[in-house]
C-alpha cells in the first residue's frame, strides 16, 4: 500500500489538529475543517488505511485516531516546514539571554530558563566538556589566616573558585608570587595536558622559600582541574509536564521525573547524542520511562570548538516545527553572543 499525496495531506491534517487539541481526531471533524474535496466516508476509508499502514493509532475509548510515533517521525523528516519565530520570541530571546564569560555555567543555566519559559515544556542545558579547554590564569585570594579563595579561569570563560583550608601560614605577597608562578607554568595548556603532565615539581623549584605552601596549595589545584572536567548539567522547568494532558496520569508523571532525577544517566544519554538539532521519538529514545516522550536536542559552540548541548523534553505531540526553530535561534544566539563577548574581553586584554 502505497502513501498517496492524498493520505500524506490527510496525515499532516491529522498531526496538526492533534497536536493543537490534544483530542483523537475523527474523520468527519477533518471533512469540516479541511478542504479534500472528498466525502468523510473516503476520509475514513484513508484513516483505515493509514491505522493499517501503522501512521495512525486508535485509543479503544474514542473513535477518532491519534498519530503514532512513525507518524511523527515521518512529519520530522519530510513534512516539516520551518517556522518564522514570532517578533515576541526573537524580542524576548535577544534581550533575555545576557551572555556573560566569567559567569558560563550561570549564563547556560539561564539559557536553558529561558528555552523552558518559551516552549512550555521541560528544559535542560550541559555545559562543554572542558578537556581540551586551555587556561587563562590562576589566582589565590585571602580569605583569613587559614583560608584561601583558588580561582582558576579558562579561556572558554569558565571560572572555578574554591575555598582551601591551608595547613601552613601565608603572607598576600606569598600568594601572589605563587599565583603569578603556577599562571606562567600552566597558561595555555588544556586541562587534560596538565593533569597528565603535572608541573608540581618545577613550580616548587622555582619558589624555593615558598615551596612549602606551593604543596599545601597544589594537590587542591589538581583536584579542581578534575572537577572542571566534569560535564554540568541544568535542569528547568519540570514542573511545566503537569501542565501537559499526557502527563495527567500520575504514574506516568513519577516515571518521568524519576527519569530526569538519574542525573548520571540521562547526561550520559545525552553526551551520545550528534551534533546539530537532534529529534528521538517515543519509542527511539533508550529509557523506557521516555517512549511516551521526545527529546530534541541541539548544539551551541564557544570560540567554535567547545560544545554544549540544550534541549526540551515533552509529549510525542509536540509542535516539531516550532520548538526545533526556537532551539537553532536560541543556540545561534548564544554561539554569536559568546563570540563577540570574547572578541570584546580580548580587546580589554590589549
Known amino acids: 500500500m502505497d502513501l498517496t499525496e492524498r493520505k500524506l495531506r490527510i496525515l499532516q491534517a491529522i498531526i496538526t489538529d492533534y497536536v493543537q487539541n490534544a483530542e483523537p481526531v475523527g474523520s468527519r471533524s477533518i471533512a469540516k475543517k479541511y478542504d479534500f474535496g472528498v466525502s468523510p466516508a473516503t476520509i475514513r476509508n484513508e484513516m483505515a488505511d493509514l491505522e493499517e499502514m501503522g501512521y495512525l493509532t486508535h485509543p479503544h475509548t474514542s473513535a477518532g485516531r491519534v498519530p503514532s510515533d512513525k507518524a511523527y517521525r515521518l512529519y520530522v523528516n519530510n513534512m516539516m516546514q520551518k517556522t518564522d519565530l514570532s517578533l515576541q520570541d526573537k524580542q524576548t530571546i535577544n534581550e533575555r539571554l545576557q551572555v ?37 590564569f590562576i589566582r589565590l585570594l585571602p580569605i583569613d589566616d587559614d583560608k584561601i ?9 569558565k571560572v572555578t573558585n574554591t575555598t582551601l583550608r591551608l595547613n601552613v601560614p601565608y603572607t598576600n605577597d606569598a600568594l601572589e608570587i605563587l599565583s603569578k608562578t603556577m599562571t606562567y607554568h600552566y597558561k595555555g595548556h588544556t586541562i587534560d595536558d596538565v593533569l597528565k603532565n603535572s608541573i608540581i615539581e618545577d613550580v616548587g623549584t622555582d619558589l624555593g622559600a615558598l615551596s612549602s605552601l606551593a604543596g599545601d596549595v597544589m594537590p587542591n589545584f589538581m583536584r579542581t582541574l578534575e572537577d572542571m572536567l566534569n560535564v554540568n548539567l541544568y535542569m528547568e522547568g519540570l514542573t511545566n509536564i503537569f501542565n501537559i494532558p499526557e502527563y495527567s496520569d500520575m504514574d506516568r508523571a513519577k516515571s518521568f521525573l524519576e527519569l530526569v532525577s538519574r542525573k548520571e544517566e540521562f547526561t550520559r544519554d545525552i553526551l551520545n547524542r550528534d551534533n546539530g538539532v537532534i529529534v528521538t521519538i517515543g519509542n527511539e529514545n533508550p529509557e523506557q520511562a521516555m517512549k511516551n516522550s521526545s527529546v530534541i536536542t541541539a548544539t551551541y559552540h564557544v570560540d567554535g570548538k567547545l560544545v554544549g548541548k ?29 563570540m563577540l563577548s570574547n572578541g570584546k574581553d580580548e580587546k580589554e586584554d590589549e
Open 100 to 136: 556573560n564569560r566569567n559567569e558560563f555555567d550561570r549564563t547556560i543555566r539561564h539559557a536553558a530558563e529561558l528555552l523552558s519559559d518559551i516552549t512550555k515544556l521541560a528544559s535542560f542545558a550541559m555545559t562543554p566538556s572542558t578537556r581540551q579547554d586551555t587556561l587563562k
Open 149 to 157: 579563595v583558588l580561582m582558576i579561569v579558562a579561556d572558554s570563560g
Open 310 to 338: 540544550i534541549g526540551v523534553i515533552g509529549p510525542t505531540r509536540m509542535n516539531y516545527s516550532e520548538v526545533t526553530s526556537i532551539m537553532e535561534y536560541l543556540t545561534n544566539n548564544l554561539s554569536q553572543s559568546f
